[in-house]
Every structure is written in structure tokens, then in C-alpha cells.
């Protein structure tokens, strides 16, 4: 269960900079920061609350110590060069304990759209595009396979994962059966397809994209 710290921020999710007045990033301490900011406001916010269910931005993971309103997971922050490879905060993430990040949303926000950034690329390199607008045949119903969907999917499980699950479903008429999976792949593969599923309609970039 995830474990807030207290006291808890006062108020809902930092807005986000693109939807300041005449779009400036207002909030963005340095401008290099900008290709990073393009996501949706309602992606960001629908992904803390899979993540969090609440508890924002102090919410801390007792096993996989994943941090903040989308719990990121030390792998996540060491592959966007915040933490190091022995789980010490880097110079460019500018802290050097958890509390002091779980306490900053920008610093979170900067994070997230970072690691987003960095799954983005990582996606349209990969052969999951490949299976943009295939129906896939759910636990709970039919669903499109969307870029939205593989974006938060990885974000929950990885990339491996997704592509192991889309495997397994593509090699079976592209229905979901979870009569074939392990206990431990029935875990993640039904998190990851109730990914793919909830998030498949949200838009995760703006049209313009900055």
C-alpha cells in the first residue's frame, strides 16, 4: 500500500505551464526544459490518479520505493540521469534525499514529462507502433491498441513487458486469456491491458505539440 508523508500538499496538480496565459512556461525554471512539455494536462492528471489514487505528490511505495504523484521507480529516475546506479539523487535532479522531491511537484512534473519524453522516443523506435489500431479483445471488453495506451502502459511496466503481452495476445487471435499466463504474469499483464485499455482515448500530446 502506497504511504503518504505529512503534512500533504494543500490543492490540486500544479497546472501545466502550456495552460498559462499566451502558453508561456511560466513555471519552468529553464528553458531547455520546453521539449518536454507538450503533454496533456488531462493525460498527466489521469495518470497520477491510476498511480496514486490520491494520495499526489507525497505518495511514497513501501516495496519498489517508487516516488511522488506517478511513482517513479528509482530505474525510471536513474534512466533520466536523476539518481545514480547506486540510488543516489544525481547533481541535475538538484537534491539529495527522497523527502525533498516528494515535496517539490515541480521537480515531479519536470520528471515525469522527462521520463515520458524518454518513453516516447523509445516507443516510436520500437516495433509496437506497429500495432496502432488493432483490437485487442480484453478481460473487460474490446479496446484499440493507441500510442496513448502503449505510453502509459510502459510507464506502468515497462517496455518488455507490454511487448511480451502483445506477444502472447498476438499469437492467440488477439484475445486476452489469462488462463494461459502465470500468477505472476497475470499481475502484470492485467495492470499493463488495464493501461492499454483506460488510457487508449486520452490524448497524451497536444495537437500542435508545442
Given at each position: 500500500?502506497?504511504q503518504?508523508?505529512?503534512?500533504?500538499?494543500?490543492?490540486?496538480?500544479?497546472p501545466?505551464p502550456?495552460?498559462?496565459?499566451a502558453?508561456?512556461?511560466t513555471?519552468?525554471?529553464?528553458r531547455?526544459?520546453?521539449p518536454?512539455?507538450?503533454?496533456?494536462?488531462v493525460?498527466r492528471?489521469?495518470?497520477?490518479n491510476e498511480?496514486?489514487?490520491g494520495?499526489?505528490?507525497?505518495?511514497r511505495h513501501?516495496t519498489s520505493?517508487?516516488l511522488g504523484?506517478?511513482q517513479?521507480t528509482?530505474?525510471?529516475l536513474?534512466?533520466?540521469?536523476?539518481?545514480?546506479?547506486?540510488?543516489?539523487?544525481?547533481?541535475k535532479?538538484g537534491?539529495?534525499?527522497d523527502n525533498?522531491f516528494?515535496?517539490s511537484p515541480?521537480?515531479?512534473?519536470t520528471?515525469?514529462?522527462e521520463?515520458?519524453?524518454?518513453?516516447w522516443r523509445?516507443?516510436?523506435?520500437?516495433?509496437?507502433?506497429?500495432h496502432?489500431?488493432?483490437?485487442?479483445?480484453?478481460?473487460k471488453g474490446?479496446?484499440?491498441?493507441t500510442?496513448n495506451?502503449?505510453?502509459?502502459?510502459?510507464?506502468?511496466s515497462g517496455e518488455?513487458?507490454?511487448?511480451?503481452?502483445?506477444?502472447?495476445?498476438?499469437?492467440?487471435g488477439w484475445?486476452?486469456d489469462?488462463s494461459?499466463?502465470s500468477?505472476?504474469?497475470q499481475q502484470i499483464y492485467l495492470?499493463?491491458?488495464t493501461?492499454?485499455r483506460k488510457f487508449a482515448?486520452?490524448p497524451y500530446?497536444?495537437?500542435?505539440e508545442?
Amino acid at each position: 500500500m502506497l504511504q503518504p508523508i505529512h503534512p500533504r500538499p494543500k490543492g490540486p496538480f500544479t497546472p501545466d505551464p502550456a495552460d498559462t496565459a499566451a502558453g508561456e512556461l511560466t513555471i519552468v525554471p529553464d528553458r531547455r526544459f520546453r521539449p518536454y512539455w507538450p503533454i496533456t494536462t488531462v493525460f498527466r492528471e489521469a495518470l497520477g490518479n491510476e498511480e496514486t489514487r490520491g494520495l499526489g505528490y507525497v505518495a511514497r511505495h513501501p516495496t519498489s520505493d517508487a516516488l511522488g504523484a506517478y511513482q517513479l521507480t528509482p530505474v525510471a529516475l536513474r534512466d533520466i540521469g536523476w539518481k545514480d546506479g547506486n540510488g543516489a539523487w544525481t547533481e541535475k535532479s538538484g537534491f539529495t534525499d527522497d523527502n525533498s522531491f516528494l515535496f517539490s511537484p515541480l521537480a515531479q512534473e519536470t520528471a515525469l514529462k522527462e521520463f515520458l519524453a524518454l518513453n516516447w522516443r523509445r516507443l516510436q523506435d520500437s516495433d509496437l507502433t506497429q500495432h496502432v489500431g488493432q483490437i485487442l479483445h480484453g478481460q473487460k471488453g474490446d479496446f484499440v491498441l493507441t500510442q496513448n495506451g502503449f505510453v502509459a502502459a510502459i510507464h506502468r511496466s515497462g517496455e518488455p513487458a507490454v511487448e511480451a503481452y502483445l506477444k502472447d495476445v498476438l499469437g492467440h487471435g488477439w484475445v486476452s486469456d489469462k488462463s494461459r499466463w502465470s500468477e505472476k504474469q497475470q499481475q502484470i499483464y492485467l495492470l499493463l491491458e488495464t493501461r492499454l485499455r483506460k488510457f487508449a482515448d486520452i490524448p497524451y500530446l497536444r495537437l500542435d505539440e508545442h
